[in-house]
């Protein structure tokens, strides 16, 4: 059958099974405790049922890489190895500062996202090194990665970071699962085993034989026109009529995803980025902005024989870009097709076991950050993150600026994010987790000239469903977000970014040196 996979609207849609990527297995002990091997490789991958097989880059040779499950307070050892060409599967834009064409245009390190460990086993994008660690960036110390997991049982991830190419390096298909478990977890009785399934979100466009495409040049904006779960495009996933646990991962580059099934069927959301909710939100419609993620029940009990379609209405960009259109809007299926294997023993327990949450008494500072939009001298937009002057006026910095973030190690801050552009960002931090506070409209235009924030209306609270440890938040444009946040466990250098790739590569990106009191 000739079909262009590069017009999505020829591709035929729901064709193929979801894949759940593999349970990675370690190699042995280190310092008696489990050493895992992660070896990024180029391969060819079946993507969908009628393309050629694709060139895509995968931990472990596969895209997503495998998922690695721990149990909570066990620490484990990873040891990353970059098996990849020499020369990139996308054009490399060397205007991109961390992308000169002085680099090796191949570089890789690991983040573990959400992962609250040391600075040198976090991922410093100036961590990055070549294959077969040939050159290595100037804060790099080791390929081998030891995580204490000592935090909160939650969806992670593990993906990319290489500074000014990880948006390449994640298109690739460098992204994977980590899942971290404890015992109390297993006594809520959530769907497990085969129920618990975990879903990645993300967005490619392909050429007509069957590669991936990425713009060479800087695109500033990226979008796919074709949505994968899992590396499939557009697959659907026989269930039975029963209770599911699914992990929600927007893993895409820039697109945000709003969820809805239809014929519509709540999803109860159960956590949230770094831990449980207080209680379950039933929802009707989830939004999630690149990296955040979501863990839903959905409920397919009584079903038998209806099929849901899983579907997206986020604007791009977000919220006020253009809609989805018929191929972009759609993004998995749901057939209740298999029989019940036995009885559904699952609950959704009405209290999880949500936070510890920073307290307002613990709070040492508050700290004023502004987002902004410029052009660069060659006319691109760019973004910035930065301080307010001593005016009060937004004060755009680069990464190659002082550091100006270096909160104290076991404190509280207040970060308000004064999002002065026209877009939502998803701002991550490194490290930690945080509450958010709430989210309060101020006039731009004033704030700009006078350097004064004058609020436009009332402050609103967080959703509901945004009532847990976070490590991701959405800070909408003309609106300051409150977030409350614990520095903790480890002092050192990490980073704060927006999470839409294309923006972190492009200066969206600040250091932050958490300092020992
Ligand atoms: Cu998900 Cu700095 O990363
Ligand atoms: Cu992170
Ligand atoms: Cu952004």
Redesign the pocket.
């Known amino acids: 059958m000739a079909m262009l996979p590069s017009n999505a609207g020829t591709v035929p849609k729901f064709v193929d099974r979801l894949p759940i990527p593999e349970v990675l297995q370690p190699i042995g002990l280190k310092d008696g405790e489990p050493l895992y091997r992660v070896r990024m490789r180029q391969v060819m991958q079946q993507l969908h049922r009628d393309f050629p097989p694709t060139t895509v880059w995968g931990y472990e040779g596969t895209y997503p890489g495998p998922t690695i499950v721990v149990r909570r307070y066990r620490p484990i050892t990873v040891q990353y190895e970059n098996e990849l060409p020499d020369t990139h599967l996308f054009g490399v834009d060397t205007t991109i500062h961390g992308a000169e064409p002085f680099r090796p245009q191949v570089r890789t390190v690991v983040?573990l996202?959400d992962g609250d460990q040391p600075a040198d086993a976090d991922g410093h994008p100036d961590a990055w090194f070549t294959p077969g660690l040939r050159v290595t960036g100037p804060r790099f110390t080791t390929n081998n990665y030891r995580y204490p997991n000592r935090q909160r049982v939650t969806t992670m991830?593990y993906?990319d970071?290489a500074i000014g190419i990880t948006r390449l390096n994640i298109y690739a298909g460098l992204a994977a699962f980590y899942l971290l478990e404890d015992e109390a977890e297993e006594q809520l009785g959530l769907p497990s085993g085969p129920f618990d399934i975990p879903l990645m979100f993300q967005d490619r466009t392909f050429t007509a034989d069957g590669s991936l495409f990425y713009p060479a040049a800087f695109p500033g904006d990226f979008f796919g026109n074709i949505n994968l779960v899992n590396g499939k495009v557009w697959p659907f996933l026989a269930v039975e009529p029963r209770r599911y646990r699914f992990r929600l991962l927007n893993a895409a580059n820039m697109r945000f995803y709003n969820l809805q099934l239809d014929p519509p069927l709540p999803m109860t959301q159960i956590a949230g980025d770094g831990g449980f909710l207080n209680r379950p939100v039933p929802l009707r419609e989830l939004l999630l902005a690149p990296?955040e993620r979501a863990e839903v029940i959905i409920d397919f009990t009584g079903r038998q024989g209806t099929t849901f379609t899983m579907t997206n209405n986020a604007r791009t960009t977000y919220p006020n870009g253009t809609t989805p259109d018929a191929n972009t809007s759609l993004v998995m299926q749901f057939r209740v097709a298999r029989p019940p294997s036995g009885v559904d023993q699952s609950r959704i327990p009405e209290d999880l076991p949500a936070g510890p949450f920073p307290r307002p008494s613990e709070v040492v500072k508050v700290r004023d950050l502004t987002l902004n939009r410029r052009q660069d001298h060659l006319g691109r937009n760019i973004l910035l993150l930065g301080i307010r002057d001593l005016d009060g006026r937004p004060l755009p910095l680069t990464w190659g600026d002082s550091t100006t973030e270096k909160p104290l190690l076991d404190t509280v801050e207040i970060w308000r994010l004064i999002n002065t552009t026209n877009d939502t960002h998803p701002i991550?931090l490194?490290l930690v987790r945080f509450l958010i506070l709430d989210r309060q409209p101020f006039d731009v235009n004033r704030f700009m000239t006078t350097g004064e924030l004058a609020f436009t209306g009332p402050a609103v609270s967080a959703a509901d469903n945004e009532w847990c440890l976070k490590d991701t938040v959405r800070a909408n444009p003309g609106e300051v977000t409150r977030i409350a946040v614990r520095f903790v466990h480890y002092p050192g250098e990490f980073?704060w970014?927006c999470?839409m790739l294309e923006h972190?590569d492009y200066e969206m990106?600040r250091r932050m040196e958490v300092q020992e009191r």
């Open positions: 983040h996202h991830w993906h970071h990296a991550h490194h980073v970014h999470h972190e990106m």
